[in-house]
């Protein structure tokens, strides 16, 4: 059953007008006819079975025959914390990151990273957003990752500093090992902070920031892999060991 994402409408309505982009989708890209059953998400974990009733219309009709609560979220939610960079960059990270299961994206400017602009136009948001959204359906995702606004290193370490969340850096000069830091994790850890380096790496006063705030610096060994790498990887290594993949969402 092909699934979409509505927002905020699944749960209300009996019947459905699916928005044009969507409808689009179902006429022309997937050809569905009348009486098929697609799903409909809204994002925070509910889905509605729809029976397409009128696929002719610029905007297809369809009645909602049965709502039901998907599968749990993630065991751990990830906030992915990673630097601005090439358009195509972050749009993979977006993109994988979404399919491994990350819970939120949080792009962020420092002193090395490619991009020094936090500004996000509006154009761009939506297309990040749409990015994350068919990357979610494509993957079977209930849980739609959220996207925040880039802000700056510094006030992303004096949040994580007050807050007193869990943290982890990925840096390639850091002395413990990915798996040691596992083992020194709560096995109840709901939610963690990911922070990845820019390419140029972070800068020694960003590094004594970190550190200031209690984050956890580890190292992947030897390789020195690309930003954007790391970036997939290491969810996809925390979500193996604390329960998210291979599980349920
Ligand atoms: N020249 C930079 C390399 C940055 S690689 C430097 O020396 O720091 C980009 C980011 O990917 C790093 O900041 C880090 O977050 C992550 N990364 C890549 N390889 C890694 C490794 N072997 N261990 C830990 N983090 C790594």
Not at 12 to 39: A, D, K, Y
């Amino acid at each position: 059953m092909h699934r979409f994402f509505l927002e905020g409408q699944v749960l209300r309505q009996e019947t459905l007008l699916f928005p044009s982009n969507i409808s689009h989708q179902i006429r022309h890209v997937l050809r569905l006819q009348q009486g098929e059953l697609v799903g409909v998400l809204d994002g925070s974990g509910w889905m509605a079975v729809i029976e397409l009733q009128d696929v002719d219309k610029k905007q297809v009709l369809g009645r909602v025959v049965e709502r039901s609560e998907t599968e749990p979220a993630s065991a751990v939610c990830i906030n992915l914390i990673f630097p601005l960079s090439r358009r195509e960059k972050i749009e993979w990270i977006l993109q994988k990151g979404t399919e491994v299961g990350v819970s939120a994206f949080q792009p962020y400017i420092s002193r090395r990273t490619l991009a020094q602009d936090a500004s996000l136009k509006p154009s761009r948001r939506e297309r990040w957003q749409a990015i994350i959204r068919e990357a979610a359906e494509q993957s079977r995702r209930a849980f739609l990752p959220e996207l925040h606004s880039p802000m700056d290193l510094s006030s992303i370490v004096n949040e994580i500093q007050s807050s007193g969340q869990t943290c982890l850096v990925a840096d390639v000069g850091a002395q413990q090992p990915l798996g040691e830091v596992f083992s020194s994790l709560s096995p109840s850890i709901s939610e963690l902070s990911l922070i990845v380096g820019p390419e140029g790496g972070f800068d020694e006063v960003e590094l004594d920031d970190l550190r200031e705030a209690g984050v956890k610096l580890f190292s992947l060994g030897s390789r020195v892999l690309r930003m954007e790498t790391a970036a997939i990887v290491v969810p996809a290594l925390i979500l193996y060991e604390l329960g998210g993949l291979g599980a349920s969402e």
